[in-house]
């Protein structure tokens, strides 16, 4: 059953911190580089960071010294921890494995992330 669940969001203040977690199915996990994305509103779903199943992280420019991507490959889960929010972080954040497209990908609900400044 392929499935992606995250959770962690919610409503913080400018300069906060909010921990993300992402439990995903064995099929999707397993072998895959994992990412997240987010998606404010009227923008694109953007990758905000991705890890690979060795361990190996990249970040967007935006994002860069105050996020850190994470995966626990026993629980098939992947962690985004987020630190000095700013009100530009807030969106709708996803995981999926890297290169995951709208059309042919399974996507879970995603959760949401509010900075208030």
């Known amino acids: 059953q392929v499935q992606l669940v995250e959770s962690g969001g919610g409503l913080v203040q400018a300069g906060g911190s909010l921990r993300l977690s992402c439990a995903a199915s064995?099929?999707?996990?397993?072998?895959?580089?994992m990412g997240w994305y987010r998606q404010a509103p009227g923008k694109q779903r953007e990758l905000v960071a991705y890890i690979t199943s060795g361990g190996i992280t990249n970040y967007a420019d935006s994002v860069k010294g105050r996020f850190t991507i994470s995966r626990d490959n026993a629980k098939n889960t992947v962690y985004l921890q987020m630190n000095s929010l700013k009100s530009e972080d807030t969106a709708v954040y996803y995981c999926?494995?890297?290169?995951?497209?709208?059309?042919?990908?399974?996507w879970g609900q995603g959760t949401q992330v509010t900075v208030s400044s």
């Open positions: 999926n494995r890297l290169g995951a497209t709208r059309t042919y990908d399974y």
């Open positions: 064995r099929s999707i996990f397993s072998m895959n580089v």
